[in-house]
C-alpha cells in the first residue's frame, strides 16, 4: 500500500523510475552515489542495471525534508 509519498511500501524500482519520482534528471541518481554523505541508498544490481529500495529512497527524501526545513531562511 503506498504511502503520503505515493511510492510503494516495498519493492524495487530502477533508477529512471527513481528519477522521475523525485523531480531530479536521471544523471543525478550518479552523482550521489559519489557523494556517500548524502546517505542515498545504495544500488542492487540485476542483469547489469541498477535498481533501488523504495523504502531507502522514502528515508532519503524524509532526511531531506528535515535538512531543508531545518536550516534558517536567508533575509
Known amino acids: 500500500m503506498p504511502d503520503n509519498f ?3 511500501d516495498e519493492g524495487y524500482a530502477p533508477d ?3 528519477a522521475r519520482f523525485i523531480g531530479v534528471h536521471p544523471k543525478s541518481i ?3 552515489d559519489k557523494r556517500p554523505e548524502l ?3 545504495p544500488p542492487l ?3 547489469g542495471r541498477k535498481f ?3 523504502s531507502g529512497v522514502k ?3 524524509k532526511r531531506a525534508a528535515v535538512t531543508h526545513a531545518s536550516k534558517p531562511v536567508k533575509t
Open 39 to 41: 546517505g542515498f541508498p
Open 45 to 47: 544490481y540485476i542483469n
Open 52 to 54: 533501488r529500495p523504495w
Open 6 to 8: 505515493g511510492a510503494p
Open 16 to 18: 529512471r523510475e527513481i
Open 59 to 61: 528515508e532519503f527524501l
Open 30 to 32: 550518479p552523482r550521489w
